[in-house]
């Protein structure tokens, strides 16, 4: 209960941090808030594996998108982008996981948030504010790589502890 919690609140942390400062809070909600929703996911993955993974994933990005638009004073623009980017990414991600199932847990955690991470930083734009930068997409993607790499191994390291 507590990762889906801490999902939630970063997914809205990033979406009210995106409605009010717009482009300016894309370098933190890129570099902390969503590698920790991508790694989030994939513990999550981990968990709802054997047990209606596709419903409960499902239902996740439906709460963010509902919990971030009630905390974004309906932000419209940023909650379609989120929950289109949550979508697809979460898609890609949860792919690109299940396909690495043979791979180290490390391996396949920083794959999957590299597949996500390049997916979100093309969609999250082009749907939120009609236009995607290629050189903003790539400073993300290596924004989210980067903090995925930091969250995963926090994450192994207190798993194994």
Not at 48 to 64: D, I, K, Q, T
Not at 136 to 155: D, E, M, S, Y
Request: net charge neutral; proline share 3%; hydrophobic share 55%.
């Amino acid at each position: 209960m507590l990762a889906v919690a801490s999902y939630l609140a970063a997914a809205c942390a990033a979406n009210l941090a995106v409605s009010l400062f717009g482009y300016l809070a894309l370098p933190f909600t890129a570099a902390a808030l969503i590698p920790f929703d991508m790694t989030a996911r994939d513990v999550l993955h981990d968990r709802w594996h054997e047990n209606h993974l596709e419903f409960r994933m499902a239902a996740l990005v439906v709460s963010g998108s509902l919990l971030s638009w009630l905390f974004c004073n309906g932000s419209a623009a940023v909650c379609l982008a989120s929950a289109v980017s949550f979508c697809v990414a979460g898609a890609v991600d949860t792919t690109a996981y299940a396909l690495m199932s043979n791979s180290p847990k490390w391996q396949r955690m920083n794959a999957s948030n590299l597949a996500s991470s390049i997916t979100d930083s093309i969609c999250f734009p082009l749907v939120a504010f009609g236009a995607v930068s290629p050189a903003l997409a790539a400073t993300q993607v290596v924004l989210k790589v980067a903090g995925g790499v930091v969250w995963v191994t926090l994450f192994l390291w207190m798993k194994s502890r």
